[in-house]
């Protein structure tokens, strides 16, 4: 055999294997379901703060619509199926008591049980991109909480509704891969994170899509239904007229704390957490108000 030949089945064979080597580990890379919370003091305040401020889990969760409630669940949750009731956080028994710190991962950013169902299509819209460290601090804080033995009614929805009703709404995502952290120093980068992320602005105050338009961004006229009865979301655009954009950043912060605006209209606290943004810090709310004076209509 020629010394060309035999350097070109050498090459041959050489790349076959290193092909059949990448699809083994492909195959085996599979994410895992071992992660371990890092119960340290720093990353369980960090999901302490973010449980009860910015992300708001409460508003929902909560025993109550306040920070520092209980987050056992209980209370009416509505989305394009109806009413649900609200599961517990922090159960003593059932299934989620079980549940992997992978798993709690994948149902708050993936919006998916361990058995793969799908939750409701809206609650935890945004959370996908939320950073692994900030995932992963709320699941560390919810680890040390007292458990509670509060059971709630699993809601079993019917085929039919699925593909009828179900058809409308958002496709649940699930991100996989490492999400890194954006540090507050990028602050219009921070903001945007927290006000799609963590705090999910976007939920609430989004112009919903129809069939001849799309969603639009912080435009408003979003429904909130709670057990207190339905609201309009406002824009918050920078628009002049139908957003904030007449106000200062310093009145952003000012609203996010009080729930006041700056002409003294007050917010309906059960139709939006700003008791929970009150209790953030400065440089979060700062970033906020800096990236929602940005966003254009």
């Known amino acids: 055999m020629r010394a060309g030949s035999r350097r070109f089945h050498l090459l041959t064979r050489t790349c076959t294997l290193l092909i ?20 340290t003091p720093t990353v369980v305040e ?21 920070p520092g409630a209980p987050l056992t669940g209980g209370r009416p949750y509505y989305d394009i199926y109806g009413e649900v009731t609200v599961p517990n956080l922090v159960p003593e028994t059932g299934r989620s008591v079980d549940w992997t710190t992978f798993d709690l991962m994948r149902v708050i950013r993936g919006s998916r049980r361990p058995d793969d169902e799908v939750i409701s299509p809206t609650a935890h819209r945004g959370y996908e991109w ?10 560390s804080y919810l ?3 007292p458990r509670s033995g509060n059971p709630t009614e699993r809601r079993s ?16 995502r ?25 705090a999910r602005c976007v939920n609430c105050h989004n112009t919903p899509g129809t069939f001849f338009s799309s969603e639009e961004y912080l435009g408003g006229g979003g429904i909130v239904k709670t057990d207190a009865g339905e609201k309009a979301a406002p824009g918050i655009t920078s628009d002049m007229v139908t957003g904030v954009g007449g106000w200062s950043d310093a009145q952003i912060v000012a609203y ?11 917010v309906d ?5 700003t008791a929970f943004y009150a209790r953030a810090e400065d440089q979060d709310l700062e970033a906020i108000a800096a990236h929602l004076k940005r966003v254009r209509r």
């Open 174 to 198: 699930e991100v996989r891969g490492y999400i890194p952290a954006i540090t507050p120093q990028y602050q219009l980068e921070y903001g945007a994170y927290l006000v799609d992320h963590v």
């Open 130 to 139: 939320m950073s692994d460290d900030d995932a992963h601090a709320i699941v």
């Open 20 to 39: 059949g080597a990448a699809i083994l580990v492909g195959c085996t890379n599979a994410p895992s379901d071992t992660l371990h919370d890092p119960l």
């Open 46 to 66: 960090k999901g302490r703060y973010l449980t009860h401020t910015l992300a708001a889990c409460g508003f929902c969760h909560g025993a109550t619509a306040v």
């Open 157 to 172: 929805i019917s085929f039919l509704d699925r593909n009828t009703v179900g058809f409308f709404a958002p496709p649940a």
């Open 269 to 273: 606290q059960r139709f939006c957490p």
């Open 143 to 145: 680890r040390v909480l």
């Open 256 to 266: 996010l704390r009080t729930g006041v605006a700056p002409d003294g209209r007050q």
